[in-house]
C-alpha cells in the first residue's frame, strides 16, 4: 500500500516504513541507541530526501527510545546523573549542529556532507568496536581474568561528580564533551548519537555495560526531540506522516528489543553492533563511488 509524503514528495510502502521503524525500535532496546545510523540511510535508499531523513529521522529516534528506556528504568539501569550531565552537552551541541546544518544547506552541500559522515563515523567507531569486542570474547574463551581499570588522564581532571549508579568518581568534564560532540552529530546526521556514546562511556568513562543502555537512551531522548524541534521551526523539513509511521513500529520494536537484549553477554551485544554498523557504512560508501542512475536532479527554490 503506497502512501504520499508531502513534505519528503515522494509515494513510499506504508507496510516497509512500519517494518523499518520496528527494526530500528529493537536496536534500540537491545544496544541503547536511538538507531538513527541505521533509520537515516534506509530513508535515503528509499528516495527520501536526506534533509528530510536527517529531521524527521531525528522525530522517530525520540520515540523508541522513550519506549526503550521505560523498560530499563524497571530494571533500575539508567544512571539519571550521569544522563543529566550528558545532556547539558548534548543540547549545546544540538544548537551548533543545526546551525552548521542550516549553512551547508544554504550552500547546496548538505547532502554531500551528511553521506560523507556517515561514512566516516561509522567506519572508525564501527572498526574499532570490532576488534575490541573479538578480543574480550577471545580472552573470555580463554579464561583470563579481567584487567583491571587504570586510572587514566580522566580521572585526573577537576570538577569531580560522585555518579552512584554506575560506581564511578570522575570529572564532569568528559560527559559534557562527549555529550556535547553527540548533540552536533545529531542535528548533522539526523542520529540520536548513541553508535559514539556507548563506546565513549564503555571505553573513556568506564561505565558498567548494563548502565550504559539505559543512561544512553535517556539522554538521546532530549537530544533528539530538541534537534526534531529546531529543524522543524528553522528547515521546515518534519514530514509528520512519515514519522507517524516510523514511530508506531519503532515503539513496538523497542519493547522486543529490551527483552532480547537482556539475554546476551556484553561482547556479544557489542559485537553485533558493531557488525551492523560496518554493514551500514560498506554500503553508504559504495553508493558513494557508484554512477547514479539519474546525474541530474531538478530542485524546487
Keep these: ?22 527494526m530500528v525500535g529493537i536496536l534500540s532496546g537491545m544496544f541503547g541507541v536511538g538507531g538513527g545510523f541505521l533509520i537515516t540511510p534506509l530513508l535515503f535508499f528509499m528516495g527520501i530526501p536526506p534533509a528530510v531523513a536527517v529531521a524527521t529521522g531525528a522525530n522517530q529516534i525520540v520515540a523508541s527510545s522513550i519506549s526503550g528506556v521505560l523498560a530499563h528504568f524497571k530494571r533500575k539501569t539508567v544512571d539519571l546523573r550521569m544522563g543529566l ?8 551541541g544540538a544548537a551548533l ?6 549553512l551547508l544547506k544554504s550552500m547546496g552541500q548538505v547532502d554531500l556532507l551528511v ?19 573479538l578480543n574480550a570474547i577471545f580472552k573470555s574463551r580463554k579464561g583470563a581474568a579481567p584487567k583491571r581499570r ?23 568534564i568528559p560527559p559534557v564533551l562527549v555529550g556535547f560532540a553527540v548533540g552536533v552529530l545529531a542535528a548533522i546526521m539526523g542520529v540520536g548519537g548513541g553508535f559514539i556514546m556507548v563506546p565513549a562511556m564503555i571505553y573513556l568513562l568506564g ?11 535517556f539522554q538521546i531522548i532530549f537530544v533528539s526531540a530538541f534537534t526534531t524541534l529546531l529543524h522543524a521551526t528553522t528547515n521546515y523539513t518534519v514530514d509528520i506522516l512519515l514519522a507517524l509511521v516510523l514511530i508506531l513500529g519503532g515503539v513496538i520494536g523497542a519493547q522486543i528489543g529490551t527483552a532480547f537484549g537482556t539475554r546476551l553477554k556484553a561482547e556479544q551485544l557489542r ?31
Design 1 to 22: 500500500m503506497q502512501i504520499y509524503l508531502p513534505i519528503a514528495e515522494v509515494s513510499v510502502n506504508v507496510f516497509l516504513l512500519f517494518g523499518l521503524g520496528g
Design 85 to 92: 550531565v550528558l545532556l547539558a552537552g548534548g543540547l549545546i
Design 97 to 102: 549542529g543545526v546551525w552548521i546544518f542550516n
Design 115 to 133: 553521506r560523507l559522515c556517515y561514512v566516516v563515523f561509522l567506519g572508525i567507531i564501527g572498526g574499532l568496536m570490532f576488534v575490541e569486542s
Design 150 to 172: 587504570h586510572h587514566g588522564w580522566v580521572h585526573g581532571l577537576p570538577f569531580k561528580m560522585r555518579f552512584r549508579t554506575s560506581g564511578l568518581y570522575i570529572s564532569a
Design 207 to 217: 561505565m558498567p555495560t548494563k548502565v550504559v543502555v539505559g543512561t544512553s537512551l
Design 271 to 301: 559485537i553485533a553492533l558493531a557488525s551492523l554498523v560496518l554493514l551500514v557504512c560498506g554500503k553508504l560508501a559504495l553508493d558513494l563511488f557508484i554512477t547514479p542512475s539519474e546525474l541530474y536532479e531538478l530542485v524546487s527554490r
